[in-house]
């Protein structure tokens, strides 16, 4: 039960974050609110980090883990390739923060692959 109100309030901080960004003053922000909202996110990614890092009591557990890994990779991948082929396709500018992010995920994933098939 404490798993899933965590889970939950998680998705309300981001919610109430996104909200904030996109329907109210997320263009003309003053310096306050973008430090408030900065620290904000930072406490949330730490927060999203520990997902799941929990004692892991069996193997139906890891499965779990792995599969949310791994669904997470994929709905970051998907969201990166998106805003790439739309700033290419409508803005006709790429925001290199995006090639970073697609190409820090794939470098992270072979390395850890390479590691991990090696450390026997």
């Not at 889970?7 to 003053?30: H, K, V």
């Not at 805003?83 to 006709?92: A, N, P, Y």
């Not at 794939?106 to 026997?120: A, G, V, Y």
Request: proline share 1%; with cysteine.
């Amino acid at each position: 039960m404490k798993k899933i109100i965590y889970y939950l309030l998680l998705l309300i901080f981001i919610a109430l974050i996104s909200g904030f960004l996109l329907f109210g003053q997320g263009s003309n922000m003053s310096m306050p609110q973008m430090l408030g909202v900065s620290a904000f996110l930072v406490l949330y990614t730490v927060a999203m980090s520990l997902v799941g890092e929990t004692g892991v009591i069996d193997e139906r557990d890891i499965l779990h883990r792995n599969l949310a890994n791994r669904s997470a990779l994929v709905a970051g991948l998907i969201i990166f390739c998106v805003g790439i082929l739309w700033q290419i396709f409508i803005t006709h500018k790429i925001d290199y923060w995006l090639l970073t992010g697609l190409v820090v995920i794939n470098l992270t994933k072979i390395i850890s692959l390479i590691f991990l098939d090696n450390q026997k």
